[in-house]
């Protein structure tokens, strides 16, 4: 997939990236969004850790305690990773993601109730199709501006 229109932030590379971590779990991505001007220090990252919940599936999202040790890093350098080396953004952070009739993916955060650990009130659609995956993200606290994203991924 490849960014091809977002509007809400200045340009971003989203880097995603399945990664190992057996203390953390079996199915993991890690997540960096960069400023597009790479002397920036990124603007996010994230570990998503996906399995299976009820009809579909749930994504439980971290943060990292020290971020810095994985910017850039390779799939490998998040083998001993520990549960002490992530924040979690709690059970109202966490994607839900279920199918539709049409074949497609649908994810969402609980509305209003996803507080991330920067204080932060992010609330998470996302629209997965063969062709493109849809991505709107809304926020209300000290910085509004920060967490407000839109963008579509479309598969080249």
């Known amino acids: 997939f490849a960014l091809r229109e977002r509007s809400g932030v200045a340009p971003v590379q989203i880097r995603l990236l399945r990664v190992s971590a057996p203390a953390i779990g079996e199915t993991l991505l890690y997540e960096e969004w960069r400023s597009a001007d790479a002397a920036h220090a990124?603007?996010?990252q994230k570990l998503w850790s996906i399995r299976?919940?009820?009809?579909?599936?749930?994504?439980?999202?971290?943060?990292?305690?020290?971020?810095?040790?994985?910017?850039?890093?390779?799939?490998?350098a998040f083998a001993r990773l520990a549960p002490t080396d992530?924040?979690?953004?709690?059970?109202?952070?966490?994607?839900?993601?279920?199918?539709?009739?049409?074949?497609?993916?649908?994810?969402?955060t609980a509305p209003n109730a996803c507080r991330a650990n920067g204080?932060?009130?992010t609330n998470t659609q996302i629209r997965i199709t063969d062709a493109a995956v849809d991505y709107a993200e809304t926020g209300a606290g000290e910085d509004p501006a920060r967490v407000a994203a839109a963008f579509v991924l479309r598969r080249q």
């Open 42 to 44: 990124p603007l996010r």
């Open 52 to 76: 299976p919940d009820g009809a579909g599936l749930r994504s439980d999202r971290f943060d990292f305690t020290t971020p810095a040790r994985h910017l850039g890093a390779g799939a490998d």
């Open 86 to 108: 992530l924040l979690p953004m709690g059970w109202q952070c966490a994607l839900v993601i279920r199918p539709t009739p049409n074949a497609e993916l649908t994810a969402a």
């Open 119 to 121: 204080g932060q009130i």
